[in-house]
Nanobody, 119 residues
Framework: QVQLVESGGGLVQPGGSLRLSCAAS????????MGWYRQAPGKQRELVAA???????TYADSLKGRFTISRDNAKNTVYLQMNSLKPEDTAVYYC?????????????WGQGTLVTVSS
């Protein structure tokens, strides 16, 4: 079984920065695309950013220039650097991965990490 564990969330003031990490663990797996989603109170979950194994990236249009996704394939870890944070960035941030296991393909989600942007 493959698990994703996020870290790095917390309380930050408007204009501040946070770096989220998400590490995959398990046995006999490899990972294709990884991504970050977020869900604000009362809203649907939305894509923040995604990155392929080769490093190609996709961002939500509204977040381009402030958020940067990256990954370390050797560590099975994906990162999200968030700068110039705004109160509307407050949400639970979820890590997602497309995983290949001996029996096929899995889509795996982390448990989420809360980011609160407030003064």
């Amino acid at each position: 079984q493959v698990q994703l564990v996020e870290s790095g969330g917390g309380l930050v003031q408007p204009g501040g920065s946070l770096r989220l990490s998400c590490a995959a663990s398990g046995s006999s797996f490899s990972i294709n695309a990884m991504g970050w989603y977020r869900q604000a109170p009362g809203k649907q979950r939305e894509l923040v950013a995604a990155i392929t194994r080769g490093g190609s990236t996709t961002y939500a249009d509204s977040l381009k220039g402030r958020f940067t996704i990256s990954r370390d394939n050797a560590k099975n870890t994906v990162y999200l650097q968030m700068n110039s944070l705004k109160p509307e960035d407050t949400a639970v941030y979820y890590c997602n991965a497309d995983v290949i296991v001996p029996t096929g393909y899995l889509e795996v989600w982390g448990q989420g990490t809360l980011v609160t942007v407030s003064s």
